[in-house]
């Protein structure tokens, strides 16, 4: 009997599985498909591989702006996805690396039995004192009529592309689409989003969304959004989408050569009988767990996509080490997910942590929101990567409640306040680091700042501080005569020039 056993070799599931292992459990792993998981195979690794690649290609046409003259770039498409692939080849894991952590692995499909058996392939018996589901998720498919007749991309299947798309739709302006958009755009093709939100990246705060909806158009990005797609159909060839406004009815269609959907997940539970040992879940809403992360058998975990609550690698690594601790360790610990951040890999980048601006503002009244812009910030305009802004929000004592970035590097600043709110600093302790200059580490520093020159703004404090020091008095004119004006400096803005007060 195994000590624990994994189903799913994705990120969450290899996490687990190896954590076990190390500590000298007795583990078996059941893969079906790959090991890595869709991250390695149709998701991080590749797609940002290909955002690279479109970056790039960016980069050299706007490199005249730097004062460098180079010719217009050649796109060869099959070797962009040929280095995609070596790099999927790459990541993939096996079987042997499995074998020599001393983790079993066994291929094929799991299913229960009972509470402490799956069986895998209606054939080879596995018994175990804990399980952990982590199957994944897969691409949701739209019911649009006519789609299934037309035929369309997924997340997975583009990378089977040999030719650059002509002319490409987008379904879905989640972060997986409005990535793929931009990094299309970029290599060459024309791109149309069409989303059923009234704004792309739904999850963050509409000023987010209006400065990437921006940089995209400037990209020849075209958008439709708050729109129903309401059918698909072949015309000479291409495929055609015909949408309707939610709001005022207005239609419309547009025509492409190739047609990307990108709407959504589910969760891969079908075929494991979750009925037979008491696991409540379905496709649509994943599995069902409480703060342990334990469904509702007392030897069953869920992690990861599976769960259909945060669909991100470094959450399903973070779910595998607290099932770790509860189900190897037997020890109690609860998922907290506060500062799990997130990041949209577009350019400008987008970064998120904690609440946004607006559920902040809803959930604490007397929360104070910083704002600073990439323009202000000394490197980026050295780098010329002047486009974005960050904020933070906080508490009247520093408590940081959420922060978001949008521009240059904004997934690396970001970490800054992660750290902070895993660790319980505050806005002051940021303020308080020294930070390396000139880097992009500024902005949080920026942010920072101007909560520790507000803090006691108008307090009692500040107002005894000043006429202790005698700074209450008026100073219009200088003891030596000159004439010149000294204003008094308002609280949180810079001396002069650059933001940081450096003066070189």
């Excluded at 998701?43 to 010719?71: M, N, Q, W, Y």
């Excluded at 175990?128 to 037309?150: M, N, W, Y």
């Excluded at 291409?238 to 025509?255: F, I, N, P, Q």
């Excluded at 559920?359 to 990567?385: K, M």
Aim: proline share 4%; aromatic share 6%.
């Amino acid at each position: 009997m195994y000590d624990l056993v994994v189903l799913g070799g994705g990120s969450g599931g290899l996490s687990v599985a190896t954590m076990a292992a190390r500590f000298g459990a007795k583990v078996a792993l059941i893969e079906k498909n790959e090991l890595g998981g869709e991250c390695t195979h149709s998701a991080c690794v590749p797609s940002k591989a290909l955002i690279e690649a479109a970056r790039l290609v960016h980069a050299i046409r706007t490199a005249d702006r730097f004062g460098i003259r180079v010719a217009a770039p050649e796109v060869d498409f099959p070797a962009v996805m040929a280095r995609v692939r070596a790099l999927v080849a790459e990541f993939a894991g096996s079987g042997d690396s499995l074998k020599a952590q001393g983790i079993d692995l066994f291929r094929g499909s799991p299913a229960f039995e009972a509470y402490d058996t799956v069986l895998i392939d209606g054939k080879t018996r596995i018994n175990g004192q804990r399980f952990v589901i982590a199957t994944g998720s897969r691409a949701a498919v739209p019911k649009i009529p006519g789609l299934a007749e037309v035929g369309h991309l997924d997340p997975v299947s583009l990378w089977n592309l040999t030719a650059l798309p002509e002319t490409l739709i987008v379904i879905g302006a989640e972060p997986s689409g409005i990535e793929f958009a931009q990094a299309f755009a970029r290599l060459g093709s024309k791109v149309t989003v069409l989303a059923d939100t009234d704004q792309i990246l739904p999850r963050e705060d509409r000023e987010v969304s209006d400065q990437v909806q921006a940089r995209l158009a400037a990209d020849g990005i075209e958008f439709h959004t708050g729109v129903e797609v309401t059918k698909a159909a072949k015309n000479d060839g291409r495929t055609v989408c015909s949408w309707r406004k939610r709001v005022g009815g207005a239609t419309g269609e547009v025509s492409g050569s190739h047609l990307l959907v990108a709407t959504g997940r589910l969760a891969n539970v079908e075929g494991l009988n979750l009925d037979a040992v008491g696991v409540h879940a379905d496709p649509e809403h994943g599995i069902e767990v409480d703060e342990s992360l334990l469904t509702r058998s007392s030897r069953i975990y869920a992690i990861g996509d599976v769960l259909l609550k945060h669909e991100f690698t470094h959450a399903a690594e973070r779910e595998a080490a607290v099932v770790y601790q509860n189900a190897v360790l037997r020890l109690s610990k609860k998922i907290d997910y506060t500062a799990l951040p997130w990041a949209v890999f577009v350019d400008p980048e987008v970064a998120t942590v904690g609440l946004t601006e607006a559920v902040a503002l809803e959930q604490h009244p007397d929360a104070r929101v910083f704002h600073a812009r990439f323009d202000e910030l000394d490197r980026a305009r050295i780098d010329g990567r002047t486009e974005g802004f960050a904020k933070v929000m906080v508490t009247p004592s520093g408590k940081i409640l959420g922060a978001t970035i949008v521009g240059e590097q904004a997934s690396l600043i970001l970490q800054e306040f992660v750290v902070a709110m895993e660790n319980g600093l505050n806005l002051g302790d940021l303020a308080a680091t020294t930070h390396t200059y000139p880097t992009y580490a500024g902005m949080a520093q920026t942010l920072a700042n101007q909560f520790a020159a507000t803090r006691h703004e108008g307090s009692l404090v500040q107002s005894a501080l000043k006429w202790f020091l005698g700074f209450n008095k008026p100073r219009s004119e200088p003891e030596n005569g000159t004439g010149h004006v000294v204003a008094e400096a308002e609280s949180g803005t810079a001396a002069a020039g650059h933001s940081n007060n450096h003066g070189h």
